[in-house]
């Protein structure tokens, strides 16, 4: 195994200013993630122990201290969509146009949706990944009927033989 990448001494410093603060219960983990490497220099794997962490979560903790300083132990990267094409908002505008079309009758198609959010986008997408932002901004599929329920087909094979009266 090799030796893991060396801690600089400025990141030291800031770590020794950050230790005199509060924090809350995941930021305090952060620290003593870097903490115990910093002053007792146990391994990866005696720290995942001590913490309750895996050792790769430990692993990324400490590079990302080795890369952007303090503020890597306060600022959580967890979660979230990370690979969104776009932000919450910028779906919602996106679709507000199409609202505005459907409100005033106008039949609207995924494949419609699809071709405008690729030119809006500059890329190809997967209609799936259409059918999901619908899906997340809680639009439904509302077909037109093709007949009326209580359509009658002998009045209507009638009327196209004009043979139908009124009443």
């Known amino acids: 195994m090799r030796a893991p990448e060396p801690i600089p ?3 030291r410093a800031e770590l020794g200013d950050f230790r005199k603060e509060k924090w809350p219960g995941f930021e ?11 002053e007792s220099g ?34 959580g ?4 969509r990370n690979h969104a094409l776009m932000k919450d908002d910028e779906e919602k505008e996106f679709l507000s ?8 009758g106008t039949l609207l198609t ?7 959010l690729e030119e809006r986008l500059g890329k190809t997408i997967h209609l799936s ?3 999901r932002i619908l899906k997340r901004n809680n639009w439904r599929k509302i077909v037109p009927r093709r007949s009326h329920p209580k359509k009658d ?3 209507g094979e009638a009327f196209k033989k004009g043979a139908f009266q009124n009443g």
């Open 97 to 104: 146009k199409f609202e505005e079309a459907g409100k005033k």
């Open 129 to 131: 990944t259409v059918y």
């Open 110 to 116: 995924v494949t419609d949706i699809k071709v405008a």
């Open 77 to 80: 990267r967890r979660g979230g």
């Open 9 to 11: 001494a400025e990141r």
């Open 42 to 75: 146990l391994s990866t794997n005696s720290i995942a122990k001590a913490i309750g962490w895996h050792v790769n979560t430990v692993r990324f903790t400490q590079k990302d201290f080795i890369k952007r300083g303090v503020c890597a132990l306060t600022e």
């Open 28 to 38: 305090f983990q952060r620290f003593l993630c870097i903490w115990l490497r910093c």
């Open 153 to 155: 087909a002998q009045k």
